[in-house]
């Protein structure tokens, strides 16, 4: 077993999402970096902070650039962070006349801040996709056996008669407000991390804020003030991770439950077991409740990662490095098994 289930070259298979992985692969990460300082050059240009030449002799450079990784690597032992070794590499690639305008005026936060914001929003349109054919799906289970009967179970006991659409729509209808949350927090989430030093981008001068919108804009971000030691955008949408796992653990426990009672659903494709060849387990509903379930451990850490000591904190930020990758990844590949246990559903209802 490695580290994490979520890259584990066998467990990945049900626990893991390649697409989502691939936003915080190394390439990833140090894609979006470079983008970050590429944009950089560009703004400052623009606003005169740097001139045409600066950023001319950087974008050539960073157009053909590769980082030696193993020097990243030892970058990161030695000071925290990838950033002072990258910027060091980038300045070697431009070379003595230029180089010291490479990474002007910003920090290390703001280029890993902005390059994790670049590629949750990929990996967030990824999970987003995988919502609408989850809503779809249910939509169509819906049409299809809507009208036949269940008995409604409160606190474990059986209830009163209800109709299969009611209980489709305790699953369906959480996906849809989970959509329309993420919609609501995408303006506070996607937003381009730019303060320098300690927040206050001191050697722009007047034109920091000109130099910041045009940084965003330029990487198809919004535009806010630094947000260095405030988290609580990253943490909203961890707490967004956390739901949408939860609605749909919510989903793959009712199937589960179903299952065991067997009159109720059919389902097709379930798991074998190596000693009673006769049973069809319900591996993805299982799963789905599992990762509902560790989402919404990870959620505390998330809160614990709030608190940062004045302008930055290493050992939060840490934390979320920790965290948050895998709560998408977890996010991610609930999305997908929910999908296909909806897809494996043959009957419900009598």
Known sequence: MTVSPFDHPLLSGLLGDEEAARHFSVE?????MLSFERALAEAEAECGLISREDEAAVVKALAVFRPDT???????AQDGVVVPELVRQIRAAVGRQHGEFVHFGATSQDVIDTSLVLRLRAATEHIGLLLSENIVRLASLELEFGGKA????????PAIPITVADRIASWRMPLDRHRQRLEEQSSRLFVAQFGGAAGTLDKLGDKAPAARAALAAKLGLGDAPQWHSQRDA???FAGWLS???????KFGQDIALMAQIGTDIRL???GGSSAMPHKQNPVKAEALVA??????IQLTGMHQALVHEAERSGAAWTLEWLILPQMVVATAAASRLAAELAAQIESLGH
């Open 28 to 32: 990833a990460d140090i894609a979006a």
């Open 70 to 76: 193993t020097k990243l690597r030892a970058g990161v």
């Open 150 to 157: 269940l008995m409604a179970v409160t606190r474990m006991q």
């Open 234 to 236: 990253l943490v909203e």
């Open 243 to 249: 739901l949408v796992t939860g609605s749909l653990g």
């Open 268 to 270: 097709s494709g379930g």
């Open 291 to 296: 990762l509902a379930r560790f989402n919404a």
